[in-house]
């Protein structure tokens, strides 16, 4: 299976800051990488595809890179909505395998 | 407008079984591979099952393989999760979500049906 190391575990900053959550595969995936964000309570919701790709209707200021083994999601300007939970997930292989999550608090 | 709607969820006993439906609307149904994907109370996201358009293809996290079957009806734009051999840490909320037709998962999601194992 492939395994998804996601980091921070936990990240606090303020309103304004860019925002910057690494994952790495245990091996190469290319780029079938998605983002998502979650708020308590709710289902996740996709934000990047395919490692850069910007889903319809998400905001500009999230993005996403990478490729192969090492991928980076930022939020250019954090935002009091971006609160929530961020995880990645690979699609190159079965299991289809999420990081264990980036929880984002605001100062 | 894309809506996906869990239901089923509910309380059930170590060993038992519980059957969850996913009612599509908004898209053709038909068209579209779909996973199930659970989170555990407190816990991250963790992928259970895929099936194709067609039903063609099947997946299973080792998980839930052998005690979980999916499945679908396409007359029905209905995905279903049949549970057998429940056990306390299948105990989760349970989602279905749509693979875009670019072949990315997780474009659409519903809200969710709890399961909970306990005696």
């Known amino acids: 299976d492939i395994q998804m190391t996601q980091s921070p575990s936990s990240l606090s900053a303020s309103i304004g800051d860019r925002v910057t959550i690494t994952c790495q595969a245990s091996?190469?995936?290319?780029?079938?990488l998605n983002w998502y964000q979650q708020k308590p309570g709710k289902a996740p919701k996709l934000l990047i595809y395919?490692?850069?790709n910007l889903e319809t209707g998400v905001p500009s200021r999230f993005s996403g890179s990478g490729s192969g083994t090492d991928f980076i999601f930022t939020i250019s300007s954090l935002q009091p909505e971006d609160v929530a939970t961020y995880y990645c997930?690979?699609?190159?292989?079965?299991?289809?395998?999420f990081g264990q999550g980036t929880k984002l608090q605001v100062k | 407008e894309v809506q996906l709607v869990e239901s089923g969820g509910g309380l059930a006993q170590p060993g038992g079984s519980l059957r969850l439906s996913c009612a599509a609307s908004g898209f053709t149904f038909s068209s579209y591979d779909m996973n199930w994907v659970r989170q555990a109370p407190g816990k991250g996201l963790e992928w259970v099952s895929f099936i194709t358009f067609s039903s063609t293809t099947i997946y299973y996290a080792d998980s839930v393989k052998g005690r979980f079957v999916i499945s679908r009806d396409n007359a029905k734009n209905s995905l279903y999760l049949q549970m057998n051999s429940l056990r306390d840490d299948d105990t989760a909320v349970y989602y279905c979500?749509?693979?875009?037709?670019?072949?990315?998962?997780?474009?659409?999601w519903g809200q969710g049906t709890l399961v909970t194992v306990s005696s």
């Open positions: 997930q690979q699609y190159d292989n079965v299991p289809y395998t």
């Open positions: 091996q190469d995936i290319s780029n079938y």
């Open positions: 979500a749509r693979v875009n037709r670019g072949g990315y998962p997780g474009d659409y």
């Open positions: 395919d490692a850069s």
